[in-house]
């Protein structure tokens, strides 16, 4: 594939395709071939070093990454100037004509001497896997964390889920005849192919646009080092996987897709709410760690994205360049015309060095988007003006301050409560725990450490009364006066998964009625599946024991298998 700018991705330019013709019927000598490379060759590099010279009057990051090569390293000296193109072409766009048309019909390994990458080794599967129980609706899914994506569409419920080698697969399930259709296997990814290893970061995501057409988007991680530099990114893809976007066929059809090129395809990370109107917004990370979080907005009646809107932009740190503040971000639609976005901050580095007990997560953050003009405000209803910096969310949008304090939020999660104030979840993490809290906004300021809705004074027995302290999750499916049913999963005293039903008179005191796997040596991953009206429809459950993985539906009472 040749190395083009990602706004010409998979396309050969006219000038590209008139060279190669040439250059196949001899009408370039080798000399003169030689020569034009060399002036070319000269006058990018001279061009470079003039822009860089420039911004480097008041950007400290480029003698900081410079400062980085070993002069000893040929490959180091190659891969910090790999590094200090991407920032130069994210960070100044009057760098992407130039480096575009240097590189233009060039191989990233025509331009960067460095050694193939290597994402792997992928693991190995055993010859026999565990044995689980029956019920599943999947192959075995290995390396994938995520229960799927779902969407309830009239009587039907649609699941997107990481399949084999990270491919996008899709199935429906018909509340009321019980059938399944699928699953199918929905388009191909490049996230763990060859001698990679497994990468969950490309689940995909579904959503069914007003002619009926459902939208897989899917499979990203960074893109490709063939896709050349990321235009929106001062960071080079390092994972590897292309962010994709595919369409059904026919209306109503999830059996047939086909290809849609409007994404970056280094973006990271999908989430989507599809609003009252029609209208779909698609939230995500337009590249790796050090990249903007951007939405992308398919009005009602259309079936392509419109081009980006960036939401949250990474800043070097003045003081110390090589690191970078950026956020991780988690949208929910709260209405019929808003979505809320909880973040946090992530202090990354130009090193790719982490922190591995709390991968520099700090902070909670609150934000709404209101869809009717695409205006974001704070908890304050203050007009956000957008990029939005880590000074900027300091100032605006902080809901938890954690820098003082032991517990760190790992992840955030917006929250609808019943009095419709601002609310954000947050995981917290110290050495001893990790349990989720809340900080909450209530009479002009926030309220932070708070324990999760409903969980302050809440008890759960089994069925002989004993006292279940291990919770992984308790939500409630259905509720009617005096009466609440709720899915759980919890370990038992043995230490085993255990996934049950609950009830409930009042909802704070529960008792198991029914449990429904009980496994030990495993882990269960559990998403209740909603229609329009907030009643649960179904469950989840993404079931790992060993290298056997495999998705569960949980419908009134019983799994249902294929």
Not at 129 to 141: E, H, I, Q, R, V
Request: charged letters at 25%; glycine letters at 6%.
């Amino acid at each position: 594939m040749q190395l083009l700018a990602p706004h010409k991705a998979f396309k050969l330019s006219k000038k590209t395709i008139i060279l190669n013709l040439m250059l196949t019927a001899g009408l370039l000598t080798s000399a003169c071939s030689s020569n034009s490379v060399a002036t070319t060759e000269k006058s990018f590099m001279s061009e470079r070093s003039e822009l860089i010279k420039k911004y480097s009057v008041t950007d400290n990051v480029f003698s900081t990454l410079e400062n980085q090569v070993d002069p000893n390293d040929p490959q180091s000296s190659e891969y910090w100037r790999w590094r200090i193109d991407q920032y130069l072409y994210g960070a100044y766009p009057e760098y992407q004509a130039i480096y575009d048309n240097y590189t233009e019909g060039k191989t990233f390994h025509q331009i960067y001497e460095l050694p193939q990458e290597d994402l792997g080794p992928k693991k190995v599967l055993p010859s026999s896997l565990p044995k689980l129980p029956d019920g599943y609706f999947t192959d075995n899914l290995q390396g994938n964390p995520h229960t799927g994506w779902r969407d309830v569409i009239g009587d039907k419920v649609f699941i997107t889920y990481q399949g084999h080698l990270t491919d996008p697969y899709i199935a429906s399930y018909d509340l009321k005849t019980h059938r399944w259709d699928g699953p199918y296997k929905a388009a191909e990814s490049t996230l763990s192919k060859g001698d990679r290893k497994i990468d969950s970061h490309g689940r995909p995501i579904i959503e069914q646009d007003s002619k009926g057409h459902f939208h897989i988007i899917y499979g990203g991680h960074g893109g490709e080092r063939e896709d050349g530099l990321n235009p929106l990114s001062i960071d080079t893809p390092h994972a590897g996987g292309r962010m994709l976007h595919v369409m059904s066929e026919k209306p109503n059809d999830i059996s047939k897709f086909v290809y849609v090129n409007d994404i970056t395809p280094f973006a990271s990370y999908t989430a989507s709410e599809k609003m009252a109107n029609g209208d779909i917004y698609l939230f995500t990370r337009a590249g790796t760690h050090k990249s903007p979080w951007v939405y992308y907005k398919m009005k009602n009646g259309e079936q392509t994205f419109e081009p980006p809107v960036v939401i949250t932009i990474p800043t070097p740190q003045v003081e110390n360049p090589i690191n970078v503040d950026t956020f991780y971000i988690n949208p929910m639609k709260v209405s019929d015309t808003e979505i809320v976005i909880s973040s946090l901050w992530h202090e990354c580095n130009f090193l790719e060095v982490h922190d591995k007990s709390t991968y520099s997560r700090i902070n909670a953050y609150y934000m709404k988007l209101d869809t009717t003009t695409d205006t974001f405000y704070n908890a304050e209803n203050e007009k956000l003006t957008l990029p939005i910096t880590l000074e900027v969310a300091n100032q605006k949008t902080l809901a938890f301050d954690s820098t003082q304090r032991e517990e760190t939020p790992f992840t955030t999660a917006p929250l609808i409560l019943a009095d419709k104030v601002p609310a954000v979840a947050y995981q917290a993490r110290t050495k001893d725990y990790r349990e989720w809290r809340m900080t909450v906004f209530k009479d002009g300021q926030w309220e932070h450490s708070k324990p999760m809705p409903g969980t302050a004074n809440r008890t759960l027995v089994d069925s002989e009364n004993n006292t279940i302290s291990n919770i992984g999750k308790l939500e409630i499916l259905t509720k009617e006066p005096n009466s609440y049913t709720a899915a759980v999963t919890y370990k038992d005293r043995q230490g085993k998964a255990v996934f049950a039903i609950a009830k409930s008179a009042d909802a704070q005191r529960w008792r198991i009625d029914q449990t429904y796997l009980n496994l030990a040596k495993s882990r269960i991953e559990m998403e209740i599946v909603k229609a329009s009206n907030g009643q649960g429809v179904a469950v989840l459950l993404n079931v790992k024991k060993g290298s056997a993985q495999r998705l569960y539906l949980w419908r009134d009472g019983q799994f249902r298998p294929r």
